[in-house]
């Protein structure tokens, strides 16, 4: 395996900074067909071309293998690079140009484009010149070729679009739920790269050598083997964390709700819990993980993650990094960007992550809408939120929790609550007045058992109060708003 690397900045004003960090690189270039030639000096210098070869090629990388076969071709002293080449791969390579650096071309006395740069603007006609050789030389060389491209933006932009990411020959491009970086940086073994390069390497390269050893008198030749070394594997302990919503200390009813969430978190589906607050969302969740978890976490090996949107306020930052932090620890990429740190530590990893308050990523006055929350998940992850907001999630995502508790479920809660220490009497009254609100069952059988104030006086206190009746709507209509998910103030009355 050889690798290389060269100048490519895009950008000449990098030169100013390479004279802080003693980077002789920064802010230089070299055109392409000047580049393929010093590369092809090099590699000929190191021995290579003799062998059967692979190239892996990312970004201008892959403009580059190619201009480098095409100067081989045409040479009779290097044609042995074009010869022996057996396959190539292609990772985000611009074949028809980009139009960011066309772009910045536009405004080249602001930018400063290097001649790197300006030989990547969209429909470049030596570009299209290259396109045109790599398709008719390809196939015909029966050089094996495999293209890969991102489908996620990198610092909001997309650098290589599915049209500039055609090479014209080989197999159809497959895109990657990669940014423009990522998608060369696997962090598994059997990430789809990995997987392809390892089929490609076996299949037209150590494949090919085996059989010629086998054809020499010198025997049969030593087992191939194929290892793929990527950086998440390297480390010795991988972080699974196990954050679970707050369970309630007993759970009653809600019997469809359970059931709807359960089949869906072990079908690994993307789901909303959505309802007024104090409806149990959160307990309805803790419950169903509880089954469907168990001590092996169950369908997500990687990992459940809880994110709590009330403490972080909504803020895309503050969310990104707490994402990053409970899969990977604090000191993960800790100089990047949030949203970076977040791409990373989700990638490739069967994990779940828990949205708790979804509605507080409205989109208002700075927070994020929960649709950018989202965007930073990987392919391989699931979400559940829990959220007021019926319009966050898509109708066939939901279970419907904006319902009040049966009236057995509901004296049922309450008694758990008081001990059964509450007389017929205040009993039926206080049910009546609550009309199964979960959260105010809760509250208001706390403060019932407390034993410091007569029941018969808090019911008559809350009765003058409108407490909780005008705060929680008649039983099974609860709208969405319903409720303003504060606790009145009557019920957390201490007494004085």
């Not at 960011?100 to 010149?129: C, E, I, M, Y």
């Not at 059989?211 to 290892?227: C, D, E, H, Y």
């Not at 969310?319 to 990638?347: Q, S, T």
């Not at 927070?367 to 959220?387: D, F, G, K």
Request: hydrophobic letters at 40%.
């Amino acid at each position: 395996m050889w690798s290389a690397g060269y100048a490519a900045s895009a950008s000449k004003w990098g030169r100013v900074q390479g004279w802080f960090t003693n980077d002789r690189d920064a802010g230089h270039g070299m055109a392409l067909p000047d580049r393929a030639l010093q590369m092809l000096d090099l590699m000929g210098q190191q021995g290579i071309g003799q062998r059967p070869l692979f190239f892996i090629c990312h970004s201008l990388g892959g403009l580059l293998a190619k201009q480098i076969l095409r100067k081989s071709a045409d040479s009779p002293r290097a044609q042995s690079f074009f010869q022996n080449t057996r396959a190539v791969m292609f990772l985000a390579t611009p074949h028809a140009g980009s139009s960011l650096a066309s772009l910045a071309d536009s405004f080249r006395d602001v930018f400063g484009p290097t001649v790197t740069l300006q030989g990547l603007q969209a429909h470049d006609a030596h570009l299209s010149d290259l396109y045109d050789w790599y398709r008719n030389h390809a196939d015909a060389a029966s050089i094996e070729t495999a293209t890969y491209y991102e489908q996620r933006s990198w610092n909001g932009a997309t650098i290589v679009n599915r049209t500039s990411a055609r090479c014209g020959a080989g197999r159809d491009a497959v895109p990657q739920d990669e940014d423009h970086l990522s998608i060369a940086k696997p962090r598994e073994k059997i990430a789809q790269v990995c997987l392809a390069a390892s089929e490609l390497l076996q299949k037209y390269v150590l494949a090919e050598r085996a059989l010629a050893a086998v054809a020499s008198p010198a025997g049969p030749a030593p087992p191939i083997a194929v290892t793929v070394h990527v950086d998440r594997d390297s480390r010795p302990h991988r972080r699974i964390p196990r954050e679970l919503p707050p369970a309630a200390e007993q759970f009653f009813g809600r019997t469809p709700e359970l059931a709807a969430l359960t089949g869906r978190l072990r079908e690994t589906r993307n789901t909303a819990v959505v309802g007024p607050a104090g409806m149990g969302k959160t307990a309805l969740a803790a419950e169903a993980l509880r089954t469907v978890v168990g001590s092996a976490m169950g369908p997500f090996p990687d990992g459940i993650v809880f994110l709590d949107l009330y403490r972080l306020h909504g803020m895309a930052e503050a969310v990104w990094n707490a994402l990053a932090n409970r899969i990977e620890g604090i000191e993960f990429l800790k100089d990047r960007p949030a949203r970076e740190r977040a791409d990373e530590a989700c990638r490739a990893r069967r994990l779940l992550v828990i949205f708790e308050g979804g509605e507080e990523a409205d989109g208002q006055n700075g927070r994020a809408a929960i649709h950018e929350l989202l965007e930073a998940l990987a392919q391989e992850n699931r979400w559940l939120l829990l959220t007021r907001l019926g319009t966050q999630a898509h109708r066939f995502k939901v279970v419907d929790l904006r319902t009040a508790l049966d009236p057995e479920d509901a004296a049922r809660l309450l008694r758990t609550m008081t001990g059964s220490g509450l007389g017929p009497g205040i009993e039926r009254r206080t049910l009546d007045l609550l009309e199964g609100h979960p959260l105010a069952l809760t509250w208001a059988g706390g403060l019932l058992a407390r034993g410091d104030e007569d029941p018969e006086t808090l019911l008559i206190e809350w009765t003058a109060r409108a407490c909780p009746r005008s705060a929680i709507p008649p039983p099974r209509l609860i709208p969405w708003n319903g409720f303003s998910g504060a606790v009145p103030a009557a019920w957390m009355r201490r007494p004085g």
